[in-house]
């Protein structure tokens, strides 16, 4: 598979690809060549034949490597668009956020689900964001729409025993823009929704999950899952 344009995410290992044509359930298997995450040529795990087309991935599923018995998982839910009708302006909110270390079982596979951001809207309220999830250890709730009555509400994380929170007031340090070497020492797998309205990479500097501005009508930014492992 040849990628050659992407508009926001990443592509990784293990997430699921859709598109006009393509097979159902295919999943990258390797990047071959280019940026990581990017533009470059990658290994599907269905042969096929496709016409150019604009693909989507998702999370879909993780398998624990062998020899690996200890993650840190971070999940972060989909951000909810902003509303502004020209007259009443309001913001959308963030998605909920769990982080937590566990001990897992090697080559289990764990389910992940990646929450999207809703758009913005200029009438009614906007849709909530998506949930996030890994198996059954953590979870958050996406953010709940902007309208002309007020701001959107934030979501909330479960099951992490270092933080349980909305995306908006947290800090995570060790969330940088994803990129082959920004995890010295570990290997990782990561998932991204590709966020509303073209908005930044989710999880680019910890804004995956915030809320749209209300000025600019913006929608919200996607959600993450991201797992962490010595390998």
Not at 32 to 57: D, H, M, N, W
Request: contains cysteine; glycine residues 22%; neutral net charge.
């Amino acid at each position: 598979m040849t990628i050659t344009a992407v508009s926001g995410g990443l592509l990784t290992v293990d997430s699921v690809i859709t598109g006009t044509g393509v097979t159902a359930g295919t999943k990258i298997v390797a990047q071959l060549t280019g940026s990581f995450g990017s533009t470059g040529t990658y290994t599907v795990s269905a042969s096929q034949t496709v016409a150019s087309t604009t693909i989507s991935s998702t999370g879909g599923s993780w398998t624990c490597p062998a020899g690996v018995t200890q993650v840190r998982a971070t999940v972060i839910a989909g951000g909810s668009g902003g509303y502004n009708d020209g007259t009443n302006q309001n913001s959308g909110a963030s998605g909920g956020a769990a982080v937590g270390y566990f001990t897992i079982t090697p080559t289990t596979v764990y389910a992940a689900t990646v929450g999207a951001a809703s758009a913005s809207v200029i009438t009614g309220t906007s849709a909530s964001g998506g949930s996030s999830s890994f198996g059954s250890l953590l979870s958050a709730t996406g953010a709940s729409g902007g309208s002309s009555a007020g701001g959107g509400g934030a979501g909330s994380g479960t099951g992490g025993n270092l933080i349980n929170s909305s995306a908006s007031v947290i800090t995570i340090p060790w969330f940088k823009i994803a990129t082959a070497t920004a995890i010295s020492g570990t290997a990782a797998k990561y998932w991204s929704q590709i966020a509303t309205n073209n908005q930044h990479l989710a999880g680019a500097g910890g804004g995956a999950g915030t809320g749209g501005s209300s000025g600019s009508a913006l929608g919200g930014i996607g959600g993450i899952v991201y797992i962490e492992y010595v390998g």
